[in-house]
Nanobody, 123 residues
Framework: VQLQAFGGGLVQAGDSLTLSCAASGRTFSRYAMGWFRQAPGKEREFVATITRSGDSTYYANSVRGRFTISRDNAKNTVYLQMNSLKPEDTAVYYC?????????????????WGQGTEVTVSS
């Protein structure tokens, strides 16, 4: 599985941004998908996850109510809609796929990772 994340950029606080992650292959609907992020000098942290069918999602407390994860299995793509962005959301965002778990907030549950897309939120 190859994952390619894109859509990052420089935005101002309060703005919105949508990240996309395109997956290769014909079995995308078999993967739980997740978004993680890593800010400069910090550990990678969980952001959001979605089940294979998209019927269940889970968010980090820091983004719940502002971010929305969704997927389109016909397009082999998972999205992260980010609203009301804050400077503390600044990070490199990574998408990840799990072929084992149906949903997880643990980075160790994911066995495929994209290259990351950078999001910078200015105050």
């Amino acid at each position: 599985v190859q994952l390619q994340a894109f859509g990052g950029g420089l935005v101002q606080a309060g703005d919105s941004l949508t990240l996309s992650c395109a997956a290769s292959g014909r079995t995308f609907s078999r993967y739980a998908m997740g978004w993680f992020r890593q800010a400069p000098g910090k550990e990678r942290e969980f952001v959001a996850t979605i089940t294979r069918s998209g019927d269940s999602t889970y968010y980090a407390n820091s983004v719940r109510g502002r971010f929305t994860i969704s997927r389109d299995n016909a397009k082999n793509t998972v999205y992260l809609q980010m609203n009301s962005l804050k400077p503390e959301d600044t990070a490199v965002y990574y998408c990840a796929a799990s072929t084992v778990y149906s949903i997880s907030f643990m980075s160790t549950a994911y066995n495929y990772w994209g290259q990351g897309t950078e999001v910078t939120v200015s105050s």
